[in-house]
């Protein structure tokens, strides 16, 4: 069964980041034999000076190919993780959810979107949890994070928001692969162009330096561009920059 999983909030402007920690959790489960982690979504949430946050407000969502009955397992060793690892001054926050036992998917996508233009509170955070069954705690500071993690989980349910943590390692001699290839040789499943055009696996891709995939239609996604290639001396499909992947 799939159980999905959500921290935030676990760092501060000096120390820490809850993409590691988050990847440190999935490894503390998986060396505990409680199941498979998935990938991690990131999930940007609303930037707001009434919102206490350390650089960006993003909270950071998985999810576990497990044992139903390891649910309250994983609760558990989230909790240890926070505790232990979460850095002084951070305010973090826990979401543990089964999917089968989600009482209202409707409502907690709609609080994930809500979390990316409103100013949400703990009461808000904590009432809408009671509501859809799930588990949601705070582990430290003023547990603000709460907000946050509960709402990692609602983008990562409604499939189409967030970057994909760490860059891709597509292998290539001289920068320069197909679609095909790629689709191949990574976790990818899509490849697109940024207004949605369909890429021929034949097509050829010029590799960026930082090369990230999104999250999107619930899967993987590698975002292309044309763009003049001076070796190729025409335009080409090229991975996304910066620029473009930031808005995810």
């Avoid at 959500?6 to 034999?33: P, R, W, Y």
């Avoid at 979504?41 to 350390?54: A, E, G, N």
């Avoid at 994909?164 to 162009?193: C, F, H, M, N, W």
């Amino acid at each position: 069964m799939e159980i999905l999983v959500c921290i935030d909030d676990t760092d501060n402007l000096e120390f820490g980041s809850t993409g590691k920690l988050a990847q440190h959790f999935i490894d503390v489960l998986e060396e505990k034999g409680l199941g498979k982690g998935s990938y991690i979504t990131r999930h940007q949430l609303y930037v707001h000076k009434d919102i206490p946050y350390t650089s960006h407000n993003s909270s950071m969502c998985f999810i576990m190919e497990c044992k139903k009955d390891e649910y309250e397992n994983i609760i558990q060793t989230g909790i240890e993780v926070l505790l232990d690892k979460s850095e002084e001054g951070s305010d973090p926050g826990l979401c543990v959810a089964r999917l089968e036992d989600i009482k209202d998917m409707e409502l907690i996508k709609e609080y994930g979107r809500r979390a990316k233009k409103e100013v949400l509170t703990k009461k808000i955070a904590y009432d809408t949890a009671k509501e859809l069954g799930v588990h949601l705690s705070e582990h430290g500071g003023t547990g603000q994070g709460v907000v946050g993690a509960l709402a990692g989980i609602g983008l990562r349910l409604g499939g189409n928001d967030g970057r994909i943590r760490g860059k891709l390692q597509i292998p290539s001699e001289d920068g320069y692969i197909t679609a095909g290839e790629i689709l191949k040789l990574t976790d990818v499943e899509v490849i697109e162009g940024l207004n949605g055009e369909e890429i021929d696996p034949d097509e050829i891709i010029k590799l960026g330096q930082k090369i990230k995939a999104v999250f999107l239609y619930n899967t993987m996604v590698l975002l292309v561009f044309k763009k003049y290639d001076k070796n190729s001396k025409r335009e080409i499909w090229h991975t996304v920059e910066r620029k473009h992947y930031v808005k995810y």
